[in-house]
């Protein structure tokens, strides 16, 4: 007797983005799963999926947004809830992964928790990690496991090339973003700028931008960074800019964190367009006339589609998603 497998792609959701997980199903012309989640009265995280998924090809989708620890351990709940309903392959799916800064240790008796989240996803029983923007690219080597890196870079060109902001530089915001803006100013066409900046004492978001490298005078500068957290480095890159003569400056990124003083730093700053991605959710409360946000749900259903159809992800991307 020769039996032929049948393959079935699932996708499932967290609690933390519904609404990027249902335009990644649309793009992707498929159902959410039912993870039927709930909290007991003493706050632990229940999951029981809705239907059998032995034998799937299961894709958790669960961006890691404030509160970050409950929407990792959701995920790892539903991880572990999957591997013991033996679905065939577990792909954990974080368009924003937590703890991401926390990739070294700057100083003595810190963790590496970036680490840390990778070997409890492991642990719990993913099989292949997506992830998009890492905040840098050494986090993938925290895996045992096939990490697939997107870039949010296509849809952030597109919206520039749209946009036609005219004389335009590209600026790194500091000197580990300069890949990036490189790789974003050789695909416009136009000039790149470097800002050097010096952090302040032990804070983190106390940033002071000291000098520009390049030609920045009379023309739209476009501050090009992974994450807007407090915002104090965008903002204090902004404002030098703006001294050194730039006649616009707009800031770009692809995780909207916005933790803290952020909205009320970029309402403040000499910047007229925040342009960000929905990687991490952003209720209409907290969305300032300054930002807009563009959708990164076909890039990750692509991606998606050539995990479950085993095919190259990098192809995607020209292989620009490696940077």
């Not at 959410?32 to 706050?43: H, K, P």
């Not at 928790?113 to 029983?125: C, E, I, R």
């Not at 045992?144 to 870079?153: C, E, I, R, Y």
């Not at 006339?289 to 020209?318: L, N, P, Q, R, W």
Request: net charge negative; with cysteine; charged share 25%.
């Amino acid at each position: 007797m020769e039996l032929v497998p049948t393959r079935r792609l699932e996708l499932v959701t967290g609690r933390s983005h519904p609404e990027l997980a249902q335009e990644i199903a649309q793009c992707l012309g498929v159902s959410l799963g039912e993870t039927n989640l709930r909290e007991f009265a003493d706050s632990e995280i229940h999951c029981r999926y809705g239907s059998s998924i032995r034998g799937v090809d299961l894709f958790i989708v669960q961006t890691h947004a404030a509160p970050v620890n409950d929407a990792i351990m959701e995920q790892l709940i539903m991880i572990d809830a999957a591997k013991r309903a033996s679905a065939k392959r577990i792909t954990v799916v974080c368009p924003y992964y937590g703890y991401s800064r926390q990739d070294r240790k700057s100083t003595g008796r810190e963790p590496i928790t970036a680490k840390l989240v990778a070997d409890l996803f492991s642990a719990a029983g993913a099989d292949r990690v997506v992830s998009v923007d890492l905040h840098s690219g050494q986090i993938q080597g925290f895996f045992d496991g096939p990490v697939d890196h997107l870039t949010a870079a296509p849809v952030l060109l597109e919206y520039l090339r749209r946009e036609q902001p005219g004389d335009v530089v590209i600026v790194a915001p500091d000197a580990g973003r300069v890949k990036v803006a490189e790789s974003f100013a050789q695909k416009l066409g136009a000039d790149l700028a470097l800002v050097h900046k010096r952090r302040q004492g032990q804070r983190s978001d106390q940033v002071e931008a000291r000098d520009i490298v390049g030609d920045v005078g009379g023309r739209c500068c476009v501050v090009i960074d992974d994450i807007i957290g407090t915002a104090g480095t965008v903002c204090a890159a902004a404002e030098r800019l703006a001294d050194e003569g730039a006649t616009d400056v707009w800031a770009m990124a692809t995780h909207a964190v916005l933790s803290g003083p952020a909205l009320d730093r970029l309402k403040a700053a000499p910047i007229s367009r925040v342009i960000l991605t929905n990687t991490l959710p952003l209720p209409p409360e907290r969305r300032i006339d300054k930002i807009e946000v563009i959708s990164v749900a076909k890039i990750i259903a692509d991606a998606i589609d050539a995990v479950f159809e085993d095919t190259s992800v990098s192809e995607i991307f020209g292989g620009q998603n490696l940077l």
